[in-house]
């Protein structure tokens, strides 16, 4: 099991930017792909983001392509989400995953990942 812990949330007006991390640490953090989702009061988690083990291969929801960029830096365990241009809908709660198994493809679905953080608050104010 990997433990992950995220950081860099706040309170922000829309357009601005936050970059947020996530450490991970209890498993070979490089051989795992990692992904953010986010979750908002009354809806149903979402996948943000998702990048595959060796970084080369990346996914992203819609709602934020071409203004978040999912990235990783393996000899510091650790995932980034870079948010640019933010909106007041993409206020919820960030949560960092690692993908289940080792050495996938992108995944991008809520089961595909088996250990989770416990979430940072993004408010995006108008």
């Known amino acids: 099991q990997v433990q992950l812990v995220e950081s860099g949330g706040g309170l922000v007006q829309a357009g601005d930017s936050l970059r947020l991390s996530c450490v991970a640490s209890g498993r070979t953090f490089s051989a795992y792909g990692m992904g953010w989702f986010r979750q908002a009061p009354g809806k149903e988690r979402e996948c943000v983001a998702t990048?595959?083990?060796?970084?080369?291969?990346?996914y992203y929801a819609d709602s934020v392509k071409g203004r978040f960029t999912i990235s990783r830096d393996n000899a510091k365990n650790t995932a980034y989400l870079q948010m640019n241009s933010l909106k007041p809908e993409d206020t919820a709660v960030y949560y960092c995953?690692?993908?289940?198994?080792?050495?996938?493809?992108?995944?991008?679905?809520?089961?595909?990942?088996?250990?989770w953080g416990r979430g940072t608050q993004v408010t995006v104010s108008s």
């Open positions: 995953a690692a993908d289940r198994a080792p050495l996938r493809p992108v995944v991008v679905s809520t089961s595909d990942f088996g250990s």
């Open positions: 990048i595959t083990w060796s970084g080369d291969r990346t």
